[in-house]
């Protein structure tokens, strides 16, 4: 079982990934990827809390200005890059196979893709900082899973299909980044941007109106003749449903809920009154 399975493993990277990428940074097998999501997951869920428990939690206000500035300027490039050299440069909504050619235009979508792969670590750092200022509240289920899931994820469409239909995903989800973290580095700037940030719930209705359309675009292939491999899309639409629902049910509990628990709070003190 062992040897076949080892077997299988070898005809599937040898034959069937990407060989412009096999030589790059973390791009040879998936086992640094795999080994560093599980230990993000150690870290803040079970090592962070546990070095934190008789720590005061830090301010790291400035940290967070910068850190957030460099997401914002970082998904910003990562954006423009999907735009320049695919989506606004002649890319099919409708179908659009990988160019594994060495041109000069398929080479820097593939690089956009590997970037955008690098990106999905550099945001481990949300995770780490609120655990190093005992935000613990928000370090929820869905948090640890959408960012413990999405370098493997991304891993596997650089390897296999740097380009092409699937890197729609990217360019919306860095577009929203481009949103989420300019509301993240206001709020770090202090107290008095706070009248400014109302909108934070329609971050999360963003984050769903995104899966919708992912899951709309991909799902294009499963009724179209369209030289992409069909399991991508399968692949993209079972992120996309569980994503959907995993901040449906967030958003549910944080604002729904709530929302409710005040009307209720407000209408008792209204007939106390």
């Given at each position: 079982m062992w040897n076949s399975i080892t077997e299988n493993y070898n005809i599937i990277m040898n034959e069937y990934s990407d060989k412009r990428v096999k030589d790059w940074?973390?791009?040879?097998?998936?086992?640094?990827?795999?080994?560093?999501?599980?230990?993000?997951?150690?870290?803040?869920?079970?090592?962070?809390?546990?070095?934190?428990?008789?720590?005061?939690?830090?301010?790291?206000?400035?940290?967070?200005?910068?850190?957030?500035?460099?997401?914002?300027?970082?998904?910003?490039?990562?954006?423009?890059?999907?735009?320049?050299?695919?989506?606004?440069?002649?890319?099919?909504?409708?179908?659009?196979?990988?160019?594994?050619?060495?041109?000069?235009?398929?080479?820097?979508?593939?690089?956009?893709?590997?970037?955008?792969?690098?990106?999905?670590?550099?945001?481990?750092?949300?995770?780490?900082?609120?655990?190093?200022?005992?935000?613990?509240?928000?370090v929820s289920t869905l948090h640890v899973i959408h960012h413990g899931i999405m370098p493997m994820s991304v891993w596997f469409g650089v390897k296999f299909t740097p380009?092409?239909?699937?890197?729609?995903?990217?360019?919306?989800?860095?577009?929203?980044?481009?949103?989420?973290?300019?509301?993240?580095?206001?709020?770090?700037?202090?107290?008095?941007?706070?009248?400014?940030?109302?909108?934070?719930?329609?971050?999360?209705?963003?984050?769903?109106?995104?899966?919708?359309?992912?899951?709309?675009?991909?799902?294009?292939?499963?009724?179209?003749?369209?030289?992409?491999?069909?399991?991508?899309?399968?692949?993209?639409?079972?992120?996309?449903?569980?994503?959907?629902?995993?901040?449906?049910?967030?958003?549910?509990?944080?604002?729904?809920?709530?929302?409710?628990?005040?009307?209720?709070?407000?209408?008792?003190?209204?007939?106390?009154?």
């Amino acid at each position: 079982m062992w040897n076949s399975i080892t077997e299988n493993y070898n005809i599937i990277m040898n034959e069937y990934s990407d060989k412009r990428v096999k030589d790059w940074f973390l791009m040879s097998s998936p086992l640094p990827t795999i080994t560093i999501c599980l230990s993000y997951a150690f870290i803040v869920k079970i090592l962070g809390p546990w070095l934190m428990r008789n720590r005061k939690p830090f301010q790291l206000r400035k940290t967070l200005i910068y850190y957030n500035l460099f997401q914002v300027l970082f998904s910003t490039w990562i954006f423009y890059e999907a735009w320049a050299s695919a989506w606004g440069n002649g890319y099919s909504l409708r179908c659009e196979p990988v160019d594994y050619s060495m041109s000069p235009s398929a080479m820097r979508v593939a690089r956009g893709c590997w970037w955008y792969y690098i990106s999905k670590f550099t945001e481990f750092f949300d995770t780490f900082f609120f655990v190093m200022r005992k935000k613990y509240d928000q370090v929820s289920t869905l948090h640890v899973i959408h960012h413990g899931i999405m370098p493997m994820s991304v891993w596997f469409g650089v390897k296999f299909t740097p380009g092409g239909h699937s890197t729609f995903f990217g360019f919306l989800n860095t577009f929203i980044h481009i949103i989420m973290y300019t509301y993240y580095l206001l709020a770090a700037l202090g107290p008095h941007m706070q009248k400014y940030l109302w909108w934070k719930k329609y971050l999360t209705v963003l984050q769903m109106i995104q899966f919708i359309m992912v899951f709309l675009h991909a799902s294009q292939l499963l009724f179209t003749d369209c030289d992409y491999p069909k399991a991508f899309a399968w692949f993209i639409l079972m992120h996309a449903v569980l994503f959907y629902f995993l901040f449906y049910n967030f958003y549910k509990q944080s604002y729904t809920k709530r929302e409710v628990k005040q009307k209720i709070s407000q209408k008792k003190k209204d007939d106390d009154d």
